[in-house]
């Protein structure tokens, strides 16, 4: 063994002061191949997540310093095992109020405690008590439309943007990874030159098995600046139609050949599993566990964040005149829950983090729709009624400074809703604000719907742009909600891959 390895590995095994004196060689230890994240719990507990190349038992360490002085050891978590692809997952609590967690993750050899993994470390920011300035990002789609990581290009460059705006709380908003994309080696770009993707087994063909599915999400770390992000920021993360397959409902059967399995229902039932092990959503195993949740930022903000995939009901003409069993959107029991948490926050502002947006006609084929809204500028129908009777119900318990934040389109944009311009009125002004994709492809406007009086206050993509422009085109986008504790003012910025501020809107909190 050659001296500059034997130091490194005796380093590595001296970070815990509980770890045996043991050496080993690297093939003998397990290795945490795809970083390190962490989740909110609240506004005091968190989760933190890894995944390691064998079963094994998830040691956390955490401390209020780099340092590591006094850390505080937890290894009683959900450790990797094959039934949840070797992914651990560990609660802390009781955490300080606005304070930055530093934490490092280790894993024990399933077979010998007594063989360690190297420590990965990460960081994370709790929610403040006080009024301090709290900075909220998002974005969604990732490696959609055939664009992959390009190790030449950059890789996927939006992140490390990201990164750099250093964020108190980053919401995922949907489309995490394109299940029902795969990949090719390469792309012929418009100039003739290639664009690269690396590969791998589970980005070759569409997701239909388990593994498939866990193989899609950790394509993505591969990535480095998505590695860093992920271990740097705390993470919200919510699920759209792409972790399953495009436009999916639950009773679709799938008349397409690259699919052997063509039930939706068994596809998404797989797929669900998969997305809840790859990420710190929640720590409970049951099939039912809740992705829709809200997170406490302090008195400033909390966040509520939606699931508008679980509980639909089949894609349709989407013309209902009253609510029924064919036009669930958000579901009863998600509907009311967001009104009644809108109602009992005392945070200043509330945001609303949505896996699709409101004021945009998003079709499924011709004739049938996808998102809420239907095309119609006339009363709601369809799924358009939940939205109807959740703006009403928030006016009427006078529910304030509430604003939306969305991806899903490609492409960034900011929308403005007025009773005055809409056909269903029962409702106070609000805002909604796009920013997409983080690594996928770009397209142009689509169309807005004015039931609730829409008005594009901005585009960030001209209107004749050519479909499905690759990531270094420069088009990718997210958005930064930053809130001011002097005056409780919101601040709300687009911007792009360069970190440039394409729009700025502030916004007054109404008393």
Do not use: C
């Given at each position: 063994m050659r001296r500059r390895t034997f130091l490194q590995q005796l380093s590595a095994l001296a970070v815990l002061p509980q770890a045996p004196a043991i050496v080993t060689s690297d093939r003998a230890r397990p290795v945490i191949d795809a970083g390190v994240a962490a989740g909110p719990l609240g506004a005091r507990d968190a989760i933190i997540w890894a995944h390691v190349d064998r079963p094994g038992r998830m040691v956390v360490e955490y401390s209020t310093t780099p340092s590591f002085i006094k850390p505080v050891r937890i290894a009683n978590g959900l450790n990797a095992t094959p039934g949840n692809g070797l992914t651990g997952r560990t609660r802390i609590s009781n955490l300080p109020a606005g304070q930055d967690i530093f934490y490092r993750v280790r894993f024990e050899d399933d077979s010998n405690s007594k063989v360690l993994s190297a420590p990965v470390e990460g960081r994370f920011r709790t929610a403040p008590q006080e009024r301090r300035r709290v900075r909220i990002a998002w974005s969604g789609d990732v490696v959609g439309q055939g664009w992959g990581i390009d190790t030449a290009r950059g890789g996927m460059q939006l992140f490390r943007t990201m990164a750099n705006e250093n964020p108190d709380l980053f919401l995922h908003v949907g489309d995490t990874i394109y299940a029902d994309a795969p990949l090719a080696e390469t792309v012929t770009l418009d100039d003739g030159t290639l664009w690269k993707n690396v590969m791998t087994p589970s980005k070759a063909k569409v997701a239909e098995t388990l593994d498939e599915f866990r193989g899609n999400h950790l394509y993505n770390r591969l990535d480095e600046h998505y590695r860093r992000f992920s271990s740097e920021v705390a993470q919200v993360v919510m699920w759209d139609d792409h972790e399953v397959r495009n436009n999916w409902f639950h009773s679709e059967i799938l008349d397409d050949p690259r699919y052997t399995e063509r039930r939706v229902s068994v596809l998404a039932s797989r797929a669900r599993q998969a997305f809840l092990e790859q990420y710190p959503v929640t720590m409970e195993r049951s099939a039912d566990a809740a992705i829709y949740r809200s997170i406490p930022m302090g008195p400033l903000v909390d966040v509520f964040a939606l699931d508008m995939r679980s509980y639909r009901s089949a894609n349709n003409a989407n013309m209902q005149p009253v609510r029924g069993a064919d036009t669930n959107f958000l579901g009863d029991r998600q509907l009311r829950w967001l009104a009644d948490g809108l109602t009992a926050s005392k945070a200043t502002w509330k945001v609303v983090a949505a896996d699709m947006p409101i004021g945009l006609v998003v079709s499924h084929t011709p004739g049938l729709?996808?998102?809420?809204?239907?095309?119609?500028?006339?009363?709601?129908?369809?799924?358009?009624?939940?939205?109807?009777?959740?703006?009403?119900?928030?006016?009427?318990?006078?529910?304030?400074?509430?604003?939306?934040?969305?991806?899903?389109?490609?492409?960034?944009?900011?929308?403005?809703?007025?009773?005055?311009?809409?056909?269903?009125?029962?409702?106070?002004?609000?805002?909604?604000?796009?920013?997409?994709?983080?690594?996928?492809?770009?397209?142009?406007?689509?169309?807005?719907?004015?039931?609730?009086?829409?008005?594009?206050?901005?585009?960030?993509?001209?209107?004749?742009?050519?479909?499905?422009?690759?990531?270094?085109?420069?088009?990718?986008?997210?958005?930064?909600?930053?809130?001011?504790?002097?005056?409780?003012?919101?601040?709300?910025?687009i911007v792009n891959t360069a970190g440039t501020r394409l729009f700025e809107q502030r916004l007054e909190p109404s008393r």
């Open positions: 729709h996808e998102a809420a809204a239907n095309g119609d500028p006339g009363p709601a129908r369809g799924r358009e009624l939940e939205i109807a009777w959740l703006l009403k119900t928030l006016q009427e318990r006078r529910v304030k400074n509430v604003i939306w934040v969305t991806a899903d389109v490609h492409y960034s944009a900011a929308h403005h809703f007025h009773p005055d311009r809409a056909a269903t009125k029962q409702f106070d002004p609000f805002w909604e604000f796009v920013a997409g994709p983080a690594h996928a492809g770009t397209f142009s406007m689509g169309e807005p719907d004015l039931t609730f009086g829409t008005e594009v206050r901005f585009k960030g993509v001209p209107p004749d742009l050519k479909p499905n422009r690759p990531p270094d085109a420069g088009l990718q986008f997210f958005g930064v909600a930053e809130i001011n504790p002097a005056d409780a003012s919101m601040t709300v910025s």
